[in-house]
């Protein structure tokens, strides 16, 4: 049973903090997603990285940051937390490609509600 | 104009009752389509899959692709009080860069009443 796990399922920061969000998965995957969810805007994606050190941006990547030193561990960073990074976070994660050229089934987390002050 | 349309509801309907959820997208590249199904305070989990055009049936639920009209609907019959959620569609297009991320539309929330 593939299990994503999120560092925190509630968070209250202040504007100006630094804020670190953790997300580990048990299942070997190659992927890893960071996503944030909003009313009326669904899922959109921060940053993906596809392997150990690697990482690219998503569709909305200003104000974050990520961090993958080891396969199953994939950090979201927020350098100076803002209000409008209030937000539920989701972090996910997937095969780099399953049998027969399917493309990646994503497993995902419980999310973190992250409350900025 | 957002890739994926999704009407976001909320949907209610009576338990029993055939639930028809739609997503209407401008990609064509798009092969892949998902549908998630997203409880209250839990990350989404995936419900159906399809590639490209077609039906498929998994119980309860059908998943239909048409995609000459860019449109996609999830159905669910016999529909419960456990059903109630928020379905979220999501596909992703074959990319020589290898990105592999989904596009997701914004959710449509069901309600089923006893």
């Known amino acids: 049973d593939v299990k994503v796990t999120q560092s925190s399922r509630y968070l209250v920061k202040r504007t100006g903090e630094k804020v670190f969000l953790e997300c580990v998965q048990d299942?070997?995957?190659?992927?890893m997603f960071w996503y944030r969810q909003d009313p009326g805007l669904g899922l959109r994606l921060i940053y993906f990285s596809y392997d150990v050190k690697m990482k690219e941006k998503g569709d909305i990547p200003e104000g974050y940051s990520v961090s993958r030193e080891k396969k199953e561990r994939f950090s979201l960073i927020l350098e100076s937390a803002s209000t409008n990074q209030t937000s539920m976070y989701l972090c996910?994660?997937?095969?780099?490609?399953?049998?027969?050229?399917?493309?990646?089934?994503?497993?995902f987390g419980p999310g973190t509600r992250l409350t900025v002050l | 104009q957002k890739e994926v349309e999704q009407d976001p509801g909320p949907l209610s309907v009576p338990e029993g009752a055939i639930v028809s959820l739609n997503c209407t997208y401008s990609?064509?590249?798009?092969?892949?389509f998902m549908w998630y199904r997203q409880y209250s305070r839990k990350g989404p989990e995936l419900l159906m899959y399809t590639y490209s055009s077609g039906n498929k049936e998994d119980g309860r639920f059908t998943a239909q692709v048409d995609k000459s009209s860019k449109y996609i609907s999830l159905f669910i019959r016999d529909s419960q009080p456990s059903d109630s959620a928020t379905y979220l569609c999501a596909m992703s297009a074959v990319e020589d860069t290898g990105r592999r991320a989904l596009t997701f539309g914004s959710g449509t929330r069901l309600q089923v009443q006893p």
């Open positions: 299942m070997d995957h190659e992927n």
């Open positions: 990609n064509s590249a798009f092969q892949y």
């Open positions: 996910a994660s997937s095969f780099h490609r399953l049998a027969g050229g399917r493309t990646d089934t994503q497993y």
